[in-house]
């Protein structure tokens, strides 16, 4: 079992559908939680990040953590044909080391 | 607006050539990481440097692969030989602790 699952997708929705991207973990020290997007043929970009539990809003997005489940959402408000783009969660434990695990990215299409 | 750089953006080469990867991480930022990507595997970590100390490089293969920062503006990896299963986008990413900020990557194709 991988330290941290992600669907892989395809997602497809329609236009100003609410979007729900989740990733699971099993490792319990994992205290830094971030949602990368990365566009095709280009660089991931940090879009959210929370430390420990509970929830963040940043605009259209809310990233959310569960850790009694071992589990984090990215939730999409809105979604727009410019959201298409694959979502990848990362994680990472506490105490100054700072290397990141990933998911393996879910692909999200937004259709008009 | 600071950003990571890489060059070159694109490489093809043919097997056994040796390749050079350059990256200019954000100043200011302590950390950087080398990773590869491909559909396969996703993202895979090859190097971690903090303060341009080599904190990790076990996913990196020994044989054929060296990572370096000679100053704190440049980090390079090399492959020497490079071989068709090297074949990936190599990603350079800087950071200030816990988050990291991607470089465009290298799209490296070896024949």
């Known amino acids: 079992q991988k330290e941290v699952e992600q669907d892989p997708g395809p997602l497809s929705v329609p236009e100003g559908a609410i979007v729900s991207l989740n990733c699971t973990y099993s490792n319990s020290a994992f205290q830094y939680f971030m949602w990368y997007r990365q566009y095709s043929r280009k660089g991931p970009e940090l879009l959210m990040y929370t430390y420990s539990s509970g929830n963040k809003e940043d605009g259209r997005f809310t990233a959310q953590v569960d850790k009694s489940s071992k589990y984090i959402s990215l939730f999409i408000r809105d979604s727009q044909p410019s959201d298409s783009a694959t979502y990848l969660c990362a994680m990472s434990r506490s105490g100054g080391s700072y290397i990141p695990t990933f998911g393996r990215g879910t692909s999200l299409i937004v259709h008009p | 607006d600071a950003r990571v750089t890489q060059t070159p953006r694109h490489k093809v080469t043919e097997m056994g050539q040796e390749v050079t990867m350059r990256c200019q991480p954000i100043?200011?930022?302590?950390?950087v990481f080398w990773y590869r990507q491909t559909m396969m595997q996703g993202l895979e970590l090859l190097a971690y440097f903090r303060n341009r100390a080599p904190l990790d490089d076990s996913g990196m293969p020994k044989d054929r692969f060296s990572a370096e920062m000679p100053d704190a503006t440049l980090a390079t990896l090399k492959i020497q030989p490079s071989e068709p299963r090297d074949s990936a986008v190599y990603f350079c990413?800087?950071?200030?602790?816990?988050?990291?900020?991607f470089g465009p990557g290298t799209r490296l194709l070896v024949l």
């Open positions: 990413a800087s950071g200030p602790g816990e988050t990291q900020y």
């Open positions: 100043l200011g930022h302590n950390t």
